[in-house]
């Protein structure tokens, strides 16, 4: 499975932008798809995950309520709809995917991805 995020920009506080990522080879459709970022100088975290077998979603605390995490199974792709932007949110954006599903709690450990893309840049500021 190779993954290829896109939809990273410069933007400022308050706007909205959508990444998406799109899958190519077998995907499975039991599969976890995942967003994680990292910023200057500190370690990648968890944003947000979309589980395929029941179709939930979940989010790290800092975006929930903001952030939407979403799915086009006939496009093979993830997106992640990020509203009302703060400076807190830039970082480098990646997409993860792994062919299992996953209890709520293991879906936010990156180690449990098994592909990942190679990260779209996000920056907000004035």
């Known amino acids: 499975v190779q993954l290829q995020a896109s939809g990273g920009g410069l933007v400022p506080p308050g706007a909205s932008l959508r990444l998406s990522c799109a899958a190519s080879g077998r995907a499975s459709s039991s599969g976890t798809a995942g967003w994680f970022r990292q910023a200057p100088g500190t370690e990648r975290e968890f944003v947000a995950a979309?589980?395929?077998?029941?179709?939930?979603?979940f989010y790290s605390d800092s975006v929930k309520g903001r952030f939407t995490i979403s799915r086009d199974k006939a496009k093979n792709s993830v997106f992640l709809q990020m509203n009302s932007l703060k400076p807190e949110d830039t970082a480098i954006y990646y997409c993860a995917f792994v062919n299992k599903n996953y209890i709520a709690s293991a879906l936010r450990d990156e180690i449990r991805y098994d592909y990942w893309g190679h990260g779209t840049l996000v920056t907000v500021s004035s």
């Open positions: 979309i589980r395929f077998g029941d179709n939930n979603a």
